[in-house]
């Protein structure tokens, strides 16, 4: 791979990175006018960049990110702006504290990590169609994404802005699956962390090379046996939900039919679950390490007076 | 803390850490005659050592190595090796083969890896003295046990010596807890793997400031909520078993009662079943990094032919 340039930031006890970009997006913000992206240093020997630093406070740093990367947008310098949310997410320093926010899409293009949550739909039943007891919702992601379109994923899922990750799969649990609050309150459980790099290809729907380092908090939501609730789409992201067992799950990541981080996500589950196995999986020790992966640039913090717990 | 010696292997592919030293044991190995320990080689400027690798096969690297530590045991060279055990333990390359074994007790000397297992055992059980349904077995290390005599500690748990680690659940299963073979292999389930490295302090009985990298399996046996199946003490490691609920345990942790690589992997067990959330615990991602660190050595390798899966 060609080496990267890293993005830093500067606080009172020295400089440290908050993403990593390729050779591309670097090229981009050289030809970008200063008037534009604001001022930028750069350490040849490092290949570190500093950027939107000069304004002092987190509105005013917003403000720049949201003229650089809308001049790009404008520009179309790169293919992934044309995924564009209008969702503001949040780039964090070493206490906890919002740098500057900056449009979803744009996150990618300078490799910052990004904050999710994901949830497996369950319930249990027991029947000669599975070994398994388990019978999983799987989402069939809108044709019309721009990214990944048509791939299968996890029940539900969905990047934070700024809320806890609980509030967070809450308003995903609605938007993307219909799943009432109350339901969501008295039995969704937040059990893992997966945390993991990737580098995008093509089916991104975007630039490929990208760098996302991701940290997903992970729920499992086991529904009455009876199935008397089903998730339904609700805002067009999803293009249906499939019950499906254990073994199906399998030979849809074996097909490649799933997005390849939802399935990392889901082979977290088969692992809490007791299916992936130190016997029945070689790899399993390096599948363990790899789905919980430091990343190395400071994130969130949550405080149990931000819920009123 | 002292900046420590590294013990290395050389494969065919290169040199590979396999153990972190205090200066008290190249102090011990330096004033050892060679014809006990056999050759070393030391390289200052990466202060790492060579040891048993003159000899050609495992068994005679094995045998060099018993050599060693016993005469270290006569000398009484270490107070670790007081609570020496009779058990050698494998130590790995990195095609998953095995170096050399190695009495458990002085493997610590060496801060090699060491591989295990813990289960917790519990029951489900609604009722007002705790606000979640876990009725945990927590038992209570033997008073005369050489390292953490009563301390609290997960169910039931134990080291790794040649076996997968489901068999060597089942069979600290049975020697700790007097639980049956059947009733673990119908119920018990592998879910998580805890990885980390601790410093041992005055608690360990033996030396401190020895480095102790470990991975654990982890497994989940719910046992009958009727409570119809108890684990009981058998081969005198456990002094007793008792049921406590979450709060007892949450209690007893931060009191210090609890051995504290123990505590590390009921707070996985807290984790995966949602009672430690990223809203009621403020280090709950620094939790979960931790508790998964990678191991800078070569592990085992378990293949689903070794146990006729």
Chains 1, 2 share one sequence.
Not at 113 to 130: I, K, Q
Not at 162 to 182: K, N
Not at 209 to 216: D, F, H, R, S
Request: proline content about 7%; charged content about 25%; hydrophobic content about 35%.
């Amino acid at each position: 791979m060609e080496r990267l340039y890293t993005l830093v930031w500067q606080d009172e006890k020295g400089a440290f990175p908050i993403g990593y970009m390729p050779q591309a997006v670097y090229d981009a913000l050289i030809a970008t006018p200063v008037t534009v992206r604001g001022e930028m240093d750069f350490d040849r020997a490092t290949r570190s960049i500093k950027l939107f630093h000069k304004a002092s406070s987190e509105p005013e740093r917003t403000a720049l990110a949201a003229k650089l990367v809308s001049h790009w947008r404008e520009q179309q310098a790169f293919k992934i702006l044309k995924g564009w949310r209008n969702e503001p997410w949040p780039v964090y320093g070493r206490n906890g504290e919002i740098l500057f926010k900056m449009e979803r899409v744009a996150v990618g293009l300078f490799g910052m990590a990004r904050y999710g949550v994901h949830m497996h739909v369950f319930l249990m039943r027991e029947d000669d169609t599975s070994k398994y007891p388990f019978r999983i919702w799987v989402s069939k992601r809108s044709p019309t994404k721009s990214n990944y379109p048509g791939m299968l994923d996890n029940s539900v899922a969905g990047g934070l802005a700024e809320e806890t990750p609980l509030e967070g799969m809450i308003r995903e649990a609605d938007e993307e699956g219909s799943l009432p609050e109350d339901l969501m309150r008295s039995r969704v459980k937040c059990v893992s962390t997966v945390s993991y790099v990737y580098i995008t290809d093509p089916r991104s729907g975007g630039e490929s090379g990208l760098i996302y380092p991701e940290l997903q908090w992970v729920y499992d939501l086991e529904l009455p046996a009876d199935g008397s609730v089903v998730p339904t789409p609700k805002d067009g992201e999803v293009e249906n939900f499939k019950l499906h067992t254990v073994e199906d799950i399998q030979a849809q990541m074996a097909q490649g039919l799933w997005k390849p981080n939802c399935a990392v996500i889901m082979l977290d589950f088969l692992i809490r679950h007791g299916i992936l196995t130190p016997e029945n999986e070689p790899h399993y020790d390096e599948i363990q390490r790899r789905i919980h992966r430091r990343l190395p640039f400071p994130g969130p913090r949550y405080e149990a007076s931000q819920i009123g717990a």
